[in-house]
């Protein structure tokens, strides 16, 4: 979920998300994240993916938020990619790192 700024109003964040802010806190299905109860706390996207465990990271240049899916306790502590050394179509040896600074799509297939 890609947004403009870090406060959402409920329905946006419950269709982008499935989670639905209720009275009781955060809830999908037969779950409940208690949330606080500062209305204003209950629309900031930093509260909500700090309590149900979203991945969000902010891109200040473009101004824009981008909120990841639940990530079951291994959420991304930064946006960083780890080093990755991999030979180009020419057989040469190419280093992610080369690319730091610009916006980067990896695209990965497998056959099975």
């Known amino acids: 979920m890609i947004v403009q700024t870090p406060v959402i109003e ?4 419950e ?4 989670w639905a802010i209720k009275p009781e806190g955060a809830c999908r299905e ?5 949330l606080p109860e500062d209305p204003a706390a209950r629309r900031d996207l930093r509260v909500l993916a700090e309590r149900l465990g979203m ?4 891109d200040e240049a473009a101004g824009l938020w981008a909120l990841g899916p ?13 080093e ?3 030979p180009d179509w020419q057989g040469k ?7 730091r600074g610009q916006k980067v799509l990896l695209v990965a297939w497998a056959s099975w």
């Not at 991945?55 to 902010?58: E, G, I, N, S």
């Open 10 to 13: 409920p329905a946006a964040f």
């Open 15 to 18: 269709e982008g998300t499935g």
């Open 30 to 34: 037969d779950r409940c994240v208690p």
């Open 55 to 58: 991945p969000l990271v902010q």
């Open 70 to 82: 639940e990530a079951g306790g291994r959420a991304l502590t930064s946006a960083v990619a780890p």
């Open 84 to 86: 990755l050394v991999l």
């Open 93 to 99: 040896e190419f280093r992610l790192s080369a690319l």
